[in-house]
């Protein structure tokens, strides 16, 4: 589809916009012998066209610090880790300027710290269903420096997952390359290295207790592509419990024998282990959230 085409090639595009600037008429597509198509968002590309769109620049949000409660788990002159809630998306978007993470850490430090105005200080993300561990920068040496970091696999990344069935295995991994599902722009699937805009992306899983009808697992990701995990996981046949996207149980929402519904993916952000920007590392951990320690069972720790 050239909407989800277009989407892929600009930066900071979203599909909406896209669609958009297609129905405004500020779109305009060439066959191979370069006679005018005619262009909707659903037009499918077979190769060798010649697309041509203007898009109006987009003025970045009004960010409003708000008072959001955060459960601060280190903060220094540098950084800020926060174990962040479920459902809580980490910055704006359009359509969606109020109750981010990044509202709430406006509310309380007043960040500054250059970069993307969309997000400032922030380093990586997390899915919105997904609960823990997160780091955010305070000025923009301390952005570089943790941005560095990330894309050269400085940091030890773990993540508490709950997955459906009974792993043939206590030690799993899976490298397929991630890209663009290529029927459903909303998700990503694993393709064949070098086809369209898939990455390489490697994720291992280390059983660390069997249930009934699922297995509590430690996921080590080595890559940090868009639902890495959660396609990982489907991939090899034991899709992240609750995963609406990926993998929803017929039993959903899950509970455990207190009660305690499970309405998100079975997905946490458990540690963290990175290089401090004024030297040594620094290790992060986020305790597992009630929703899914009830149904983890007795209390656990990341492994070393």
């Known amino acids: 589809r050239l909407d989800v085409w ?59 610090p708000e008072d959001i409660p955060l459960r601060i788990l280190h903060e220094d002159a540098d950084l800020i880790a926060v174990d962040k809630d479920p ?43 997904t609960s823990g561990v997160i780091v955010i920068a305070r000025h923009a040496e301390a952005l570089a420096f943790l941005q560095t970091a990330f894309r050269e696999r400085q940091v030890q990344k773990r993540y508490l997952a709950l997955m459906h069935g009974s792993p043939r295995a206590d030690f799993l991994e899976h490298s397929g390359w991630l890209g663009r599902h290529p029927k459903d722009f909303r998700k990503r699937a694993v393709l064949p290295e070098g086809q369209g805009d898939a990455k390489e992306a490697y994720t291992s899983f280390h059983v660390r207790r069997r249930c009934d009808g699922y297995a509590v697992v430690e996921a080590r990701p080595k890559t940090g592509r868009t639902h890495q995990i959660r396609v990982h996981a489907t991939a090899l046949g034991h899709p992240i419990l609750a995963d609406r996207t990926y993998g929803r149980s017929a039993t959903w929402p899950l509970r455990a024998a207190d009660g305690e519904g499970l309405r998100r993916q079975a997905l946490h952000a458990w540690s963290l282990d990175l290089p401090h920007p004024r030297g040594g590392r620094l290790h992060l951990v986020a305790p597992i959230p009630a929703d899914l320690a009830g149904l983890v069972g007795s209390p656990l720790t990341p492994l070393v």
């Open 6 to 64: 277009l989407e892929t090639r600009l930066d900071g595009c979203s599909r909406s916009l896209v669609a958009r600037c297609i129905k405004q008429g500020l779109c305009a597509v060439s066959d191979r012998q370069g006679q005018a198509m005619k262009v909707k968002a659903g037009l499918s590309l077979r190769g060798g066209e010649q697309v041509a769109i203007e898009v109006p620049e987009v003025e970045a949000p009004s960010l409003e």
């Open 87 to 129: 459902g809580m998306v980490v910055h704006p978007a359009v359509g969606r300027h109020r109750g981010t993470l990044v509202n709430a850490l406006l509310g309380r430090y007043g960040l500054a710290p250059g970069g993307d105005p969309w997000r400032p200080g922030i380093v990586h993300r997390l899915d919105e269903d």
